[in-house]
């Protein structure tokens, strides 16, 4: 089965910094768009930034000044690279890919387990 596995979160003061790791593993023929979500407590599921597989980047507003979104394709991996974060990052970070496998039929969204991310004043 296609999974996606994030690392990398954890608990930082405020104005540090984290790298996250997404890897999606399986019989993948194909990866379309990859990014991350973030969902904080209390509150729905929300963009932070996504790539598609030709290098077309979308932040969300409150990202695009201090987070970076990168994939290594080769590897089927994509990464959040997150500096100068704020209590108000605190959330749990979801990987999402678009993927088609060999035992798909059409092209499919995936979601990792989340990883914890939690920013400390």
């Known amino acids: 089965q296609v999974q996606l596995v994030e690392s990398g979160g954890g608990l930082v003061q405020a104005g540090g910094s984290l790298r996250l790791s997404c890897v999606a593993s399986?019989?993948?023929?194909?990866?379309?768009?990859m990014g991350w979500y973030a969902q904080a407590p209390g509150k729905q599921r929300e963009l932070v930034a996504t790539?598609?597989?030709?290098?077309?980047?979308n932040y969300a507003d409150s990202a695009q000044d201090r987070f970076t979104i990168s994939r290594d394709n080769s590897k089927n991996t994509v990464y959040l690279q997150m500096n100068s974060l704020k209590p108000e990052d605190t959330a749990v970070y979801y990987c999402?890919?678009?993927?088609?496998?060999?035992?798909?039929?059409?092209?499919?969204?995936?979601w990792g387990q989340g990883t914890q991310v939690t920013v400390s004043s």
């Open positions: 999402n890919a678009q993927i088609f496998s060999n035992s798909d039929r059409w092209l499919k969204i995936y």
């Open positions: 399986g019989n993948i023929v194909s990866i379309n768009d």
């Open positions: 790539m598609t597989r030709g290098g077309i980047i």
